[in-house]
Structure formats: structure tokens, C-alpha cells
């Protein structure tokens, strides 16, 4: 599946946005969907995932203040982040899997399809 994110920016700390990620070449809806983020200088780190069943993940430093879902019908995947923090900087990838496990969902490897990236930074 090819996905694209879209919808970072620049944006004030406390402030929210948006992003989604549209996939083609294959319904999404077998899929576990997943939003990763990477910021200068750091590894990769897992943000949050929704399985097909519509269960959702978070990454400890954003439960509470992002939220992600999927919209099959659209082929899309979401991430709303609100209270945005300077610490939330990063490129954020949109990520898919088909074989992603309870116990591997936060890990880099078990996602095969990934998005080109939409950079996001939070400054005053």
C-alpha cells in the first residue's frame, strides 16, 4: 500500500493540528495503522496505532492529548494532536502492517509500508 501524509506545520505550543495520511493500492481495512515520529538527532519512535478492531495505542508521552482513527470508507488514517508541546517537534510517518501483533504494535520493524513523512513543529 502507498500512503501519504499530510497536514503538519508550524504551530504555537498548547495548539492543535491534524494530520492524515491517505493510502492507495489496497483498502486499509485489514490493516493495523500506526503513526511514528522522528526528531532531529533521535531515533524513531512509535506514536500510536489503531488495529482493524478499532483498539487504539498510545506512546506514553502523548496518551491524553493525541488521538488516532481510521476511516475506512476513506482509505484514511488520522492524528489529531492537541496541547502540542515544543518537545512534539518531529517528522511524524504514517506506518501500515497487516501482520502487527499485540506485543510488537509499538515496534519500528513490524510496520512494511510507510508514508514520506510531514514535519511538524511547535514554537512560539
Known amino acids: 500500500v502507498q500512503l501519504q501524509a499530510c497536514g503538519g506545520g508550524l504551530v504555537q505550543p498548547g495548539g492543535s493540528l491534524r494530520l492524515s495520511c491517505a493510502a492507495s493500492?489496497?483498502?486499509?481495512?485489514?490493516?493495523?495503522l500506526a503513526w511514528f515520529r522522528q526528531a532531529p538527532g533521535k531515533e524513531r519512535e512509535f506514536v500510536a496505532a489503531?488495529?482493524?478492531?478499532?483498539?487504539?495505542y498510545y506512546g506514553d508521552s502523548v496518551k491524553g492529548r493525541f488521538t488516532i482513527s481510521r476511516d475506512n470508507a476513506k482509505n484514511m488514517v488520522y492524528l489529531q494532536m492537541n496541547s502540542l508541546r515544543p518537545e512534539d517537534t518531529a517528522t511524524y510517518y504514517c506506518?501500515?502492517?497487516?501482520?502487527?501483533?499485540?506485543?510488537?504494535?509499538?515496534?519500528?520493524?513490524?510496520?512494511?509500508?510507510w508514508g514520506q513523512g510531514t514535519l511538524v513543529t511547535v514554537s512560539s
Open positions: 489503531v488495529r482493524r478492531s478499532g483498539h487504539s
Open positions: 493500492g489496497r483498502t486499509l481495512s485489514s490493516l493495523t
Open positions: 506506518a501500515a502492517s497487516s501482520t502487527v501483533i499485540l506485543s510488537n504494535i509499538k515496534n519500528l520493524g513490524a510496520y512494511y509500508d
